[in-house]
């Protein structure tokens, strides 16, 4: 039995927000976007590289203040990639833990904390 990538849903509560902060600041590409009709909440798939995240303001499909990890395989390439940005709501930092990673983490603007790391816990 083999059991593959996990697609989390992350709740987002403004498209504009959601596309600033994860398309130009963060990198990631829309694949597609879902509304049942006109005026409905919308629900996207984004994603960079092997990782992939919906993103929903549909109530019910996730709860704000998630928090997830994200291995990347150059963190101090994307760290600076970040940096040089200026993000106007995120300064993220480049931080070793005591486990020995090195982890940048940011929060997204409805709450949910994405963590990005040269290494997974197991």
Known sequence: MHFDQTTPI????DEAKAREFYVDFL???IDWEHRFAPGMPLYMQVSRGDCVLHLSEHHGDGCPGAGMRIRVSDIEAFHKELSAKHYGNARPGLQDTPWG??????????????????????
């Open 10 to 13: 992350l709740r987002s509560f």
């Open 101 to 122: 990673s090195r982890d940048v983490s940011v929060t997204d603007p409805f709450g949910n904390r994405l963590t990005f790391t040269n290494a997974v816990s197991t």
């Open 27 to 29: 990198g990631f590409t």
